[in-house]
């Protein structure tokens, strides 16, 4: 029985005259897009392309196949984009599977997008693993920092995070001192997200053009239990200013000096199939109706 991802997975590699320029079209391993080939070749019963040196020949079969399926095909897709966009042809609601760092989802999505008539279905993870996920179509969209240059992956900006050291609300320190001396902040017990000093590293090469040298003192993967672990007076971090806005009210915490602070933009990623879907375009505008955040 042919599987439609081997109809799919032809008609990249049709386009692109190569296997490995496919792979990187469809967000695919090599091997896997080979096998979707072997495996339509084999149903067939006739090869499909010749295999020249860097460059795959289609056979007339190959031109047949082409021809007559590419129609189809698109027509299919655009049915079921039509079909989601409607909401009349469904008693459900369309489905979006959503990746996302858990602190961001909480406090900066969730409200823009809680009032949506779409469901979501939605994991969270670090910007590698949710991008695995989305080259795997694990995922729809996914919410990140990190910006690649896979080809197949679009990139829409929806907004500027702002990162601001953050003390227990009791903290001792003189302002002058600190806004001036590296050392003394490099002396106090950090705690970070991870060993390489996240955030941390992005807040001291912008203010003082240079990597921290220093250790953090907890090491805690989680920015909420950070949070948590400040207000407890266990030391001090860098946090985006999102999250500690109830804890700014009640006073468990305070920031250092709010004029100083890193910036770090959030992108939804999704694949460049996915560009004109009226569903994830729904999902963008409301992504990015972010009110700003307390600092």
């Known amino acids: 029985m042919i599987d439609f991802e081997w109809y799919r997975s032809f008609i990249s590699i049709y386009k692109n005259r190569s296997v490995s320029a496919a792979a990187k079209a ?36 190959g031109k047949d196949l082409y021809t007559k399926i590419v129609p189809l095909i698109e027509n299919l897709e655009n049915t079921t984009l039509q079909m989601i966009h409607d909401s009349s042809a469904s008693t459900l609601d369309p489905l979006v599977r959503l990746g996302s760092p858990a602190e961001y989802f909480t406090k900066r999505a969730l409200p823009n997008i809680s009032s949506l008539n779409i469901r979501f279905l939605t994991q969270f993870g670090i910007a590698n693993t949710l991008l695995e996920k989305l080259e795997k179509d694990e995922v729809d969209l996914i ?54 000093l996240p955030i941390i590293r992005r807040y001291w090469q912008q203010h003082f053009r240079k990597r921290p040298d220093f250790q953090a003192y907890h090491i805690i993967p989680d920015l909420k239990s950070i949070l948590e672990g400040i207000e407890m007076g266990m030391g001090i971090s860098v946090l985006p200013t999102y999250l500690i806005e109830e804890s700014l009210n009640l006073q468990r915490v305070k920031v250092l000096f709010p004029e100083r602070y890193a910036e770090n933009t959030i992108y939804a990623a999704y694949k460049a199939e996915q560009k004109n879907s009226p569903i994830i375009e729904q999902v963008l505008n409301a992504l990015k109706n972010t009110k700003e955040p307390i600092s």
């Not at 090599?30 to 006739?46: N, R, T």
């Open 26 to 61: 469809r967000i695919m391993t090599q091997p896997a897009m080979s096998q979707h080939l072997a495996a339509l070749e084999a149903e067939i019963g006739e090869p499909l392309f010749i295999r020249a040196p860097r460059k795959m020949i289609p056979t007339d079969k």
């Open 143 to 196: 919410l990140t920092t990190q910006k690649t240059n896979f080809s197949g992956i679009e990139y829409t900006k929806i907004e500027d995070e702002k990162f601001v050291v953050v003390t227990p609300f009791d903290y001792k320190f003189q302002v002058e001192e600190t806004m001036e001396n590296e050392k003394w902040l490099a002396s106090q017990k950090w705690l970070s997200y991870g060993l390489e």
